[in-house]
Nanobody
Framework: QVQLVESGGGLVQAGGSLRLSCAAS????????MGWYRQVPGKQRELVAL???????NYADSVKGRFTISRDNTKNTVYLQMNSLKPEDTAVYYC???????????WGQGTQVTVSS
């Protein structure tokens, strides 16, 4: 089992920046990657960014060039640096981790990001 705890959400004006953090604990050696999804009411949860254990990254087209995913292995923490934020980035952001061998997906509790115009 893996536990994920997010932090760093909040309210920011358009054009501003926020950094989200996701601290992982438990059986983290089993993970193949971690990342971030987001969801707004009435819509499906969508991928924002993924970072594999091999350091490959994948970003949604809507955030390329503005968001950066990174990790600190010493802290078992993944970060999402969000720059040039837009009102359409407003959502609940969820930390995500996956274990391909055991077919497990893990989710954090979510953190609200609100971008005002």
């Amino acid at each position: 089992q893996v536990q994920l705890v997010e932090s760093g959400g909040g309210l920011v004006q358009a054009g501003g920046s926020l950094r989200l953090s996701c601290a992982a604990s438990g059986s983290i050696s089993s993970l193949n990657g971690m990342g971030w999804y987001r969801q707004v009411p009435g819509k499906q949860r969508e991928l924002v960014a993924l970072l594999t254990t091999g350091s490959s990254t994948n970003y949604a087209d809507s955030v390329k060039g503005r968001f950066t995913i990174s990790r600190d292995n010493t802290k078992n923490t993944v970060y999402l640096q969000m720059n040039s934020l837009k009102p359409e980035d407003t959502a609940v952001y969820y930390c995500y981790a996956y274990d391909n061998y055991n077919a497990y997906n893990y989710w954090g509790q979510g953190t609200q990001v609100t971008v005002s115009s």
